[in-house]
């Protein structure tokens, strides 16, 4: 087994990050990426980055990986102890070591939310409950201490255990934000790796702020049939992913994405995918896992009707991009408009697909336009807000900014509120694009605003919901929650919500900030919400939909799907669209969550999906734009 290492470099550095890989063997290497954060010693990074050099080219005998790790833990300890560094501190860094062994593949972290496994045009997080031949496990400390006394640098550390099965070559992607996915599955997809030797690329890009790496593994000797392995037996066959694997010992070493179980090596248990609901006023209970398409049924849930039942989902048109369509779409007049990553925004025909206009940007567009009046509003990569004529395509105004925009504008008002990079929110004037306001945060700003009773809603990625004053951008409130905020609001009938990297959806009051209730997942969410008929729409990246009751925050039902959910879900005539990062457009029913058909788009999906009277409009990361028909008998007619 051999590896190879792809680095990406920022265009413009602006950190000290430490990246190091030693192939001391074909048996063995280790591969670390520290990247520097604010508030941490950059001494400490340094230290630490020498220590885990220095003691793992001193081990001759790479008998017991779990020994070096925990050793390496206890170095890194003693020195943030040195240096004053805090658990808490640490937890904020982000710290990642990857011991490759004869038998598996170890990730000693300080944080799993920047691990990534890329697979076939897939890339799924480290931390998705459900992969084969992936266990989680913790570095010998006892639990019970480590879960009431947590004070010790060494049990901030999750840990990885990855196991030999023959199935395709995968990369490991380290340090990487899920802004930042699409650019590195663009190169890895255009072939920089090769699968026949060990090399070390560089790339750089200017749609990354920090250096990531990525570690391929291959087989280097021979290449095994499936059928022939002795005591091999095959994983069955999930749907989303389809695919078989089969297990053997440790003459391969590779990553699998597919599957089902996770378990604990350390102990051997079964690691829960908690889903929990309360409330501001009462805790609740646990909320049992159903099945993946199970209904969870609460109060009056009413039955699908007959046009619901024959809906099915068939390809109308689709065009195909150089880059990846991350940007949403709107409906104008006939047309569909969009952002693509290759410098455009489109206006196509909703019927043939043909080409109404195009309007080319300094840069890439990830954001998602707004309609406003007969403008369409949008912003690109390099800070660049415009309004175009939504007929023409042509030019009214371009605003440049001083960061980097994915954030997707509102528009209340006549003025247009956008995030950036640089931590401000910006207000601007919809006629002509001068800035009204502005209000600085704590951290970047990456998820899309909304607007309602005289405010616009921010999510910053300081952790902090950020309610201001629509006229003078003054801060009316502003909400902690348990982490980043890295995806969009939703707010109406006085309630604001959204998702944090925590795994809970919160519910704020519009007026005051306070909290009415809050919803936990399995996993980080990331997805903008739906509000629609008392209820609310979303995604996580524990490849669930779910759907809660808007007043208390009470589960009506979840929906598994194959992959993360980061789009925005979509309800149309009694119906819920939205895409996965398994490439799938669901279409599910709004009051049960019954899965009435998919269709497979050819790659992840990002695009939050928009329908039409009689078709659903999506890109997705591999270029596409597709029309979706959702009522066969039109084309049939």
Same mark, same amino acid.
């Given at each position: 087994?051999?590896?190879?290492?792809?680095?990406?470099?920022?265009?413009?550095?602006?950190?000290?990050?430490?990246?190091?890989?030693?192939?001391?063997?074909?048996?063995?290497?280790?591969?670390?990426?520290?990247?520097?954060?604010?508030?941490?010693?950059?001494?400490?990074?340094?230290?630490?980055?020498?220590? !885990?050099?220095?003691?793992?080219?001193?081990?001759?005998?790479?008998?017991?990986?779990?020994?070096?790790?925990?050793?390496?833990?206890?170095?890194?300890?003693?020195?943030?102890?040195?240096?004053?560094?805090?658990?808490?501190?640490?937890?904020?860094?982000?710290?990642?070591?990857?011991?490759?062994?004869?038998? /598996? !593949?170890?990730?000693?972290?300080?944080?799993?939310?920047?691990?990534?496994?890329?697979?076939?045009?897939?890339?799924?997080? !480290?931390?998705?409950?459900?992969?084969?031949?992936?266990?989680?496990?913790?570095?010998? @400390?006892?639990?019970?201490?480590?879960?009431?006394?947590?004070?010790?640098?060494?049990?901030?550390?999750?840990?990885?255990?990855?196991?030999?099965?023959?199935?395709?070559?995968?990369? !490991?992607?380290?340090?990487?934000?899920?802004?930042?996915?699409?650019?590195?599955?663009?190169?890895?997809?255009?072939?920089?790796?090769?699968?026949?030797?060990?090399?070390?690329?560089?790339?750089?890009?200017?749609?990354?702020?920090? =250096?990531?790496?990525?570690?391929?593994?291959?087989?280097? &000797?021979?290449?095994?049939?499936?059928?022939?392995?002795?005591?091999?037996?095959?994983?069955?066959?999930?749907?989303?992913?389809?695919?078989?694997? %089969?297990?053997?010992?440790?003459?391969?070493?590779?990553? /699998?994405?597919?599957?089902?179980?996770?378990?604990?090596?350390?102990?051997?248990?079964?690691?829960?995918?908690?889903?929990?609901?309360?409330?501001?006023?009462?805790?609740? @209970?646990?909320?049992?896992?159903?099945?993946?398409?199970?209904?969870?049924?609460?109060?009056?849930?009413?039955?699908?009707?007959?046009?619901?039942?024959?809906?099915?989902?068939?390809?109308?048109?689709?065009?195909?991009?150089?880059?990846?369509?991350?940007?949403?779409?709107?409906?104008?007049?006939?047309?569909?408009?969009?952002?693509?990553?290759?410098?455009?925004? #489109? %206006?196509?025909?909703?019927? &043939?697909?043909?080409?109404?206009?195009? #309007?080319?940007?300094?840069?890439?567009?990830?954001?998602?336009? /707004?309609?406003?009046?007969?403008?369409?509003?949008?912003?690109?990569?390099?800070?660049?807000?415009?309004?175009?004529?939504?007929?023409?395509?042509?030019?009214?105004?371009?605003?440049?900014?001083?960061?980097?925009?994915? @954030?997707?504008?509102?528009?209340?008002?006549?003025?247009?509120?956008?995030?950036?990079?640089?931590?401000? /929110?910006?207000?601007?004037?919809?006629?002509?694009?001068?800035?009204?306001?502005?209000? =600085?945060?704590?951290?970047?700003?990456?998820?899309?605003? @909304?607007? %309602?009773?005289?405010?616009?809603?921010?999510?910053?990625?300081?952790? #902090?919901?950020?309610?201001?004053?629509?006229?003078?951008?003054?801060?009316?409130?502003?909400?902690?929650?348990?982490?980043?905020?890295?995806?969009?609001?939703?707010?109406?009938?006085?309630?604001?919500?959204?998702?944090?990297?925590?795994?809970?959806?919160?519910?704020?009051?519009?007026?005051?900030?306070?909290?009415?209730?809050?919803?936990?997942?399995?996993?980080?969410?990331?997805?903008?919400?739906?509000?629609?008929?008392?209820?609310?729409?979303?995604?996580?990246?524990?490849?669930?939909?779910?759907?809660?009751?808007?007043?208390?925050?009470?589960?009506?039902?979840?929906?598994?799907?194959?992959?993360?959910?980061?789009?925005?879900?979509?309800?149309?005539?009694?119906?819920?669209?939205?895409?996965?990062?398994?490439?799938?457009? #669901?279409?599910?029913?709004?009051?049960?969550?019954?899965?009435?058909?998919?269709?497979?788009?050819?790659?992840?999906?990002?695009?939050?999906?928009?329908?039409?009277?009689?078709?659903?409009?999506?890109?997705?990361?591999?270029?596409?734009?597709?029309?979706?028909?959702?009522?066969?008998?039109?084309?049939?007619?």
């Amino acid at each position: 087994m051999i590896y190879k290492e792809l680095t990406f470099q920022p265009e413009v550095e602006r950190n000290r990050d430490l990246a190091y890989s030693e192939y001391a063997s074909r048996e063995r290497s280790i591969h670390v990426l520290l990247q520097e954060q604010p508030g941490v010693p950059a001494r400490f990074l340094l230290d630490s980055y020498r220590e !885990i050099v220095s003691q793992y080219l001193s081990v001759t005998n790479l008998s017991s990986p779990e020994r070096l790790l925990e050793s390496l833990a206890v170095s890194v300890e003693g020195i943030g102890e040195r240096l004053g560094v805090a658990a808490a501190e640490f937890q904020e860094t982000r710290f990642y070591v990857v011991l490759r062994t004869p038998g /598996a !593949i170890y990730l000693m972290l300080s944080r799993d939310d920047g691990v990534f496994v890329h697979a076939g045009g897939e890339v799924v997080p !480290i931390s998705t409950p459900g992969l084969p031949g992936v266990s989680q496990g913790r570095l010998g @400390s006892d639990e019970i201490q480590n879960e009431l006394f947590s004070q010790r640098l060494r049990d901030a550390f999750k840990v990885y255990k990855l196991d030999p099965i023959p199935f395709g070559t995968r990369d !490991i992607i380290l340090g990487c934000g899920e802004e930042e996915v699409s650019t590195v599955v663009e190169v890895l997809e255009e072939g920089v790796l090769l699968d026949d030797v060990v090399h070390r690329d560089t790339v750089t890009s200017r749609f990354i702020t920090r =250096k990531l790496l990525v570690l391929r593994f291959l087989e280097s &000797t021979e290449t095994h049939d499936t059928a022939e392995l002795v005591g091999a037996r095959t994983w069955p066959q999930r749907e989303g992913w389809g695919r078989r694997l %089969a297990w053997i010992g440790t003459s391969v070493v590779v990553l /699998a994405v597919v599957g089902v179980w996770a378990v604990d090596f350390m102990n051997g248990d079964d690691l829960p995918n908690p889903v929990s609901r309360e409330t501001a006023v009462t805790p609740q @209970s646990v909320v049992d896992e159903p099945e993946s398409n199970r209904v969870v049924e609460h109060g009056n849930a009413v039955a699908p009707s007959q046009a619901l039942a024959e809906v099915r989902l068939s390809e109308g048109w689709k065009e195909s991009y150089s880059k990846g369509v991350t940007s949403s779409p709107v409906l104008y007049s006939d047309w569909v408009v969009f952002g693509c990553r290759d410098g455009s925004v #489109y %206006a196509l025909d909703q019927e &043939t697909g043909g080409l109404v206009w195009r #309007y080319q940007t300094g840069s890439g567009v990830g954001a998602s336009p /707004a309609i406003h009046g007969e403008s369409v509003i949008g912003a690109d990569y390099e800070g660049n807000v415009f309004a175009l004529s939504a007929t023409t395509g042509k030019s009214r105004w371009n605003r440049k900014l001083p960061g980097r925009i994915v @954030s997707s504008p509102s528009i209340s008002g006549g003025k247009i509120v956008v995030g950036c990079y640089d931590g401000y /929110a910006y207000c601007l004037n919809a006629v002509n694009g001068t800035i009204a306001w502005k209000h =600085k945060t704590g951290g970047r700003i990456r998820g899309g605003t @909304s607007a %309602a009773d005289g405010k616009f809603f921010v999510p910053s990625y300081d952790g #902090y919901l950020y309610a201001l004053d629509a006229s003078t951008g003054d801060v009316a409130w502003r909400h902690r929650v348990g982490g980043k905020i890295a995806g969009a609001t939703a707010a109406k009938g006085g309630t604001v919500v959204v998702g944090g990297v925590d795994g809970v959806i919160y519910a704020l009051s519009t007026e005051d900030g306070s909290l009415r209730w809050k919803y936990k997942t399995g996993a980080p969410v990331k997805s903008a919400p739906t509000i629609r008929s008392g209820r609310v729409f979303v995604g996580s990246n524990d490849r669930y939909v779910y759907c809660l009751n808007l007043a208390d925050g009470d589960l009506k039902w979840r929906f598994q799907t194959g992959g993360l959910v980061l789009a925005r879900p979509r309800v149309h005539e009694g119906r819920v669209y939205v895409g996965s990062y398994d490439g799938k457009l #669901y279409c599910l029913e709004a009051d049960t969550g019954k899965v009435v058909d998919r269709f497979d788009t050819g790659g992840p999906i990002f695009s939050s999906p928009v329908a039409g009277k009689n078709s659903v409009y999506l890109g997705n990361n591999k270029g596409t734009f597709i029309c979706v028909d959702h009522n066969t008998k039109r084309r049939a007619s």
